[in-house]
């Protein structure tokens, strides 16, 4: 520290006044590229981003408020007529599905069915559901063609 003293002693006053000015300058530099700046992106950044939090909250709130008046407004589920293996039967046939196995046990019942078309069974589900059967678990497997799926297997409920 006292070699600096000692150097800075040494200038010119003109010379010492430009040290003191470039000081002041790097000064300067350093606290606003050093804090300032990054401080105040960051807070820009902030706000933008609690904007766009505050119109996803809107947006999830109207889409709550019509998902509760969708459901307010749809119809009762549709009633189950006649026994469920009957219509698992009829409805498996129209989709060209042959059922292996068929297990009933009170309001259940378990199907497998060995290779089945993906789309034909996902068909086959989505009118069973139409229909009023709740589907409580399934279980697939992938079958030795492409597009052909297993049921190892399914349970449907009235």
């Known amino acids: 520290m006292n070699a600096l003293k000692q150097k800075f002693a040494a200038l010119t006053e003109r010379e010492q ?3 003191i000015l470039s000081a002041l300058v790097v000064l300067v530099g350093l606290f606003y590229w050093g804090l300032w700046a990054p401080l105040n992106q960051s807070i820009a950044q ?3 981003l609690l904007q766009s939090n505050k119109k996803l ?3 999830v709130e109207e889409q ?21 293996p009957q219509l698992v ?27 089945a078309p993906f789309n034909s069974l996902v068909g086959w589900l ?8 709740v589907i409580d678990q399934l279980d697939v497997a992938e079958a030795n063609d492409p597009g052909m799926i297993k049921v190892r297997r399914l349970v449907l409920t009235k």
């Open 46 to 48: 902030q706000t933008q």
């Open 17 to 19: 006044r430009l040290v």
């Open 89 to 115: 039967t009829s409805t498996s046939s129209k989709h060209s599905l042959s059922i292996s196995r068929m297990q009933p046990q009170g309001d259940e019942i378990q199907v497998w069915i060995d290779e």
């Open 57 to 59: 909250v809107t947006w």
């Open 126 to 133: 989505d009118e069973l559901e139409n229909r009023g059967i």
């Open 64 to 84: 709550g408020l019509k998902a509760a008046q969708l459901r307010r407004n749809s119809a009762a589920p549709a009633r189950v007529s006649g026994s469920l």
